[in-house]
T-cell receptor, first 111, second 115 residues
């Protein structure tokens, strides 16, 4: 089983739609969680950290369920510029700042 | 505002050749990392350096060596390149973190092809 699993997609949605991505992780000792965004042939960029109580940044909402080892990202009012691959990222636990990256979920927003 | 700078951006090598990928960061970060990214797979950690003077193996270290030259610079060396090392290589840096609380910041990658 992969340490971080994501649905690869692609998710094809119209502008203005709401879309949700899910991610599961296997290491119950993981303490830090992030969503990164990666545009085609570009480097990953931090989108947002994920906090235990859930958190929101504009149109983006992240949720964490530790009991189920599950992370989600909700994007409201999708824009064309949201088209990218979204990477779920989890630390390995054990006091190291080592991150495990999911393979990503591809989102395509169309007019 | 450079952040993490990688050189070169593209490189084509023949099997058996050697080369060094360079990485430098100007954010005064303690920790630096080298990843490779292959189609359909997540980024995989090759080596990391938690602080100046230390290096450790990641998930896929075979065929690579690293040097943490100083706090700013962390290089990745392929001693004898193999076609399986064709990939996109990313360098990243972060503040030192306990419990993995620090996000990592990436360079824009080196696209390496081994023929």
């Amino acid at each position: 089983r992969k340490e971080v699993e994501q649905d690869p997609g692609p998710f094809n949605v119209p502008e203005g739609a709401t879309v949700a991505f899910n991610c599961t992780y296997s290491n119950s000792a993981s303490q830090s969680f992030f969503w990164y965004r990666q545009d085609c042939r570009k480097e990953p960029k931090l989108l947002m950290s994920v906090y235990s109580s859930g958190n929101e940044d504009g149109r983006f909402t992240a949720q964490l369920n530790r009991a189920s080892q599950y992370i989600s990202l909700l994007i409201r009012d999708s824009k064309l510029s949201d088209s990218a691959t979204y990477l779920c990222v989890v630390n390995t636990g054990g006091g190291y700042n080592k991150l495990i990256f999911g393979a990503g979920t591809r989102l395509a927003v169309h007019p | 505002n450079a952040g993490v700078t990688q050189t070169p951006k593209f490189q084509v090598l023949k099997t058996g050749q050697s080369m060094t990928l360079q990485c430098a960061q100007d954010m005064n970060h303690n920790s630096m990392y080298w990843y490779r990214q292959d189609p359909g797979m997540g980024l995989r950690l090759i080596y990391y350096s938690a602080s100046e003077g230390t290096t450790d193996k990641g998930e896929v270290p075979n065929g690579y060596n690293v040097s943490r030259l100083n706090k700013r610079e962390f290089s990745l060396r392929l001693e004898s390149a193999a076609p399986s090392q064709t990939s996109v290589y990313f360098c990243a840096s972060s503040e030192a973190g306990t419990g993995g609380t620090q996000p990592q910041h990436f360079g824009d990658g080196t696209r390496l092809s081994i023929l």
